[in-house]
């Protein structure tokens, strides 16, 4: 099944965006497959408004395991099942807590052999600070660039310091393509499931 995974700092709206762009593409409960860090799976069947209920967080690092969502599109007259997979958010250095540090591990692995990455930012956030670009922003750029199928969310567009972020985040990331996002309203869903699409 191809693989689409949703990448990102914590904090950046991954999770909101995997469960608002599931429900985009049309699907009202969402079966989701989470992976423990003991590699146990475990499923569980949930409607948009639980699963953003209890994993959209402003608390960073709410998403601990690995959560794929397992989704069908229909493309032309046939229907097509790809795996939408939410990660654990990625940070610098070593974290200090040893569940974190395994679901960062467990998502390094899981990305690498994914067909197409989504790597979400904070718009906002980088509009209000527009140095918060790091050696994991520049190190993800050029694996982004090297593998391609890789494209950025800049994210959090509804909010008003999002537009001198995505600015920023567009020449950062000159060589890659860029789309503005909104978890809350949905903009930008319709370009991102172009690009779902083609991998399909
Ligand atoms: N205004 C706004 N808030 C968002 C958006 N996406 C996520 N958030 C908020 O940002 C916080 C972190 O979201 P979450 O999806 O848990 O981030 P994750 O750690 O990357 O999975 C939560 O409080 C969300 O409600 C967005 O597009 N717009
Ligand atoms: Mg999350």
């Given at each position: 099944?191809?693989?689409?995974?949703?990448?990102?700092?914590?904090?950046?709206?991954?999770?909101?965006?995997?469960?608002?762009?599931?429900?985009?593409?049309?699907?009202?409960?969402?079966?989701?497959?989470?992976?423990?860090?003991?590699?146990?799976?475990?499923?569980?069947?949930?409607?948009?408004?639980?699963?953003?209920?209890?994993?959209?967080?402003?608390?960073?690092?709410?998403?601990?395991?690995?959560?794929?969502?397992?989704?069908?599109?229909?493309?032309?007259?046939?229907?097509?099942?790809?795996?939408?997979?939410?990660?654990?958010?990625?940070?610098?250095?070593?974290?200090?807590e040893r569940n974190i540090r395994l679901a960062m591990a467990q998502s390094l692995q899981l990305?690498?052999?994914?067909?197409?990455?989504?790597?979400?930012?904070?718009?906002?956030?980088?509009?209000?600070?527009?140095?918060?670009?790091?050696?994991?922003?520049?190190?993800?750029?050029?694996?982004?660039?090297?593998?391609?199928?890789?494209?950025?969310?800049?994210?959090?567009?509804?909010?008003?310091?999002?537009?001198?972020?995505?600015?920023?985040?567009?020449?950062?990331?000159?060589?890659?393509?860029?789309?503005?996002?909104?978890?809350?309203?949905?903009?930008?869903?319709?370009?991102?499931?172009?690009?779902?699409?083609?991998?399909?």
């Open positions: 099944m191809r693989r689409t995974a949703v990448i990102g700092r914590p904090n950046a709206g991954k999770t909101a965006f995997t469960i608002s762009f599931a429900t985009y593409l049309g699907f009202q409960s969402l079966r989701f497959v989470k992976q423990t860090v003991e590699g146990e799976a475990v499923e569980l069947e949930l409607s948009q408004e639980a699963a953003a209920a209890s994993l959209v967080s402003p608390t960073p690092h709410k998403t601990t395991s690995i959560q794929a969502l397992e989704l069908e599109c229909a493309v032309g007259k046939g229907k097509r099942q790809f795996e939408l997979l939410d990660t654990c958010g990625l940070v610098e250095g070593i974290h200090p990305i690498k052999d994914a067909d197409l990455v989504l790597h979400v930012i904070d718009a906002a956030a980088v509009g209000r600070n527009q140095d918060s670009f790091g050696v994991l922003e520049e190190e993800l750029a050029s694996w982004g660039e090297a593998r391609g199928n890789y494209l950025l969310l800049a994210n959090k567009m509804d909010l008003p310091a999002a537009r001198a972020g995505l600015a920023a985040i567009q020449s950062f990331f000159s060589a890659l393509p860029v789309i503005a996002t909104s978890a809350r309203t949905g903009q930008g869903f319709k370009e991102v499931k172009k690009y779902v699409l083609r991998i399909l």
